[in-house]
């Protein structure tokens, strides 16, 4: 049974930085795409950048394009999301998704992921 592990949100000013980090562990095989989706209170759970495996290309929300950036460190099988000029609006639970299988769902869409990460809290606030 495969697991994710995320780190790193916290609190931050708007403007900040922060990084959150995903440990994959425990699959016998590569996932085919990872994500970040987000969640926050009143709200449906969101695509905000994910990354194909099978090719290194990425995908942002509208909301997050140019201040987020996804990445995979393939050898410590972790994927990054660097989070720039923060805003109060990006306050929510982030969570780690995992494909594991091919699907045809778009790489933003929840439905795409099988696995996911408990969450860990990011607030923006002055």
């Known amino acids: 049974q495969g697991h994710l592990e995320e780190s790193g949100g916290g609190s931050v000013q708007p403007g900040g930085s922060l990084r959150l980090s995903c440990a994959a562990s425990?699959?016998?095989?590569?996932?085919?795409?990872m994500a970040w989706f987000r969640q926050a209170p009143g709200k449906e759970r969101e695509g905000v950048a994910a990354?194909?495996?099978?090719?290194?290309?990425?995908y942002y929300a509208d909301a997050v394009k140019g201040r987020f950036t996804i990445s995979r460190d393939s050898s410590k099988s972790t994927v990054s999301l660097q989070m720039t000029r923060l805003r109060p609006e990006d306050t929510a639970i982030y969570y780690c998704?995992?494909?594991?299988?091919?699907?045809?769902?778009?790489?933003?869409?929840?439905?795409?992921?099988?696995?996911w990460g408990q969450g860990t809290q990011v607030t923006v606030s002055s």
């Open positions: 998704a995992a494909a594991l299988r091919t699907n045809y769902f778009s790489l933003l869409s929840r439905h795409k992921y099988s696995d």
């Open positions: 990354i194909d495996i099978t090719n290194g290309n990425t």
């Open positions: 425990g699959w016998p095989y590569t996932p085919t795409a």
